[in-house]
């Protein structure tokens, strides 16, 4: 098998672990292959068994292990500096090609002192416990969708090289993870008034009361402690939720098909609006 993990902090700080000391090496994972829940049932008075209420997913607890054989002063420093209690920080694993990845916390640090290969257990705890993809998956419900090919031979004169995509889009959950929440950017052209999107199946619509004007650019997320909607100009987001309808709902991804379209009250041919996503998995 061939494996490799790399654990960014939010500050940048990194360290990667392969198959030999760099300048640790791990000699065992633990939390990534398994999926624990927390179960919801109660006792039935007067029948066998009990009632089943639901159940959620536990915070994945991932525990690395580890030795080094050098320079273990510097290389206990690097541990400190990459696995800092109060700094959050991306875990990434990649295996046989295939990369996931998820957030962290770290819970604990702890390095053996004797011996001339010294031993490291790390804990992080994860409260997000789902792996995701490291890339977007995005989806254009409206704009121009280009029609450049290469080799390329120029169309007749008066023929669009491009092509509005004004439409409705079905987006097809087949993973183990229902709710997956979504990015959503909304660009105009011109103005327009009153951006919405709306899920066909479950009825949610996210509606922005407001007027775009030329340039500017709609940021919402949907995901789960990550409902905001954000306005974006000279790349700088300011937050803007008091903007949103009151009917309004935020809408995640569930398994099976879920339909997105988009409308304005006016000036939707001249609004850009892209759905962007990463698929969810229990484990790697």
Known sequence: MSRIITCTNAYGGN??????FTPWLLTDVEGVYQMDANV????????DGAAYYGSVLR?????????????YQNDREMLYDVFRHDVP????????????EIDYVTESVEISSTGRLRTAV???????PRFRDNFDTEVLLAGWLGRWEFPHAFPPEGEAIGVRVNQSETIRNDTAANKIGVTIRMIAEAAVENPSVTCIE???TI?????????????????????????????VETEINELLDPDSRFFMLSRGGNTLTCTADEGLQYLTVAVLFRWLYPGV
């Open 15 to 20: 360290i990667r672990f392969g198959a030999g």
């Open 202 to 204: 479950t009825g949610q």
């Open 59 to 71: 915070p994945r607890n991932i525990v690395m292990t580890m030795v080094d054989k050098r320079d």
């Open 40 to 47: 919801s049932m109660s006792d039935n008075a007067m029948s």
């Open 89 to 100: 920080g991306v875990f990434v694993y990649t295996e046989n090609g295939r990369t996931r």
């Open 207 to 235: 509606r922005v009361n407001t007027t775009m004007e030329a340039g500017d650019e709609i940021k919402i997320t949907t995901g789960i402690n990550n409902k905001h909607i954000y306005s974006v100009k000279g790349g």
């Open 122 to 128: 790390v804990s992080l705890q994860c409260p997000e």
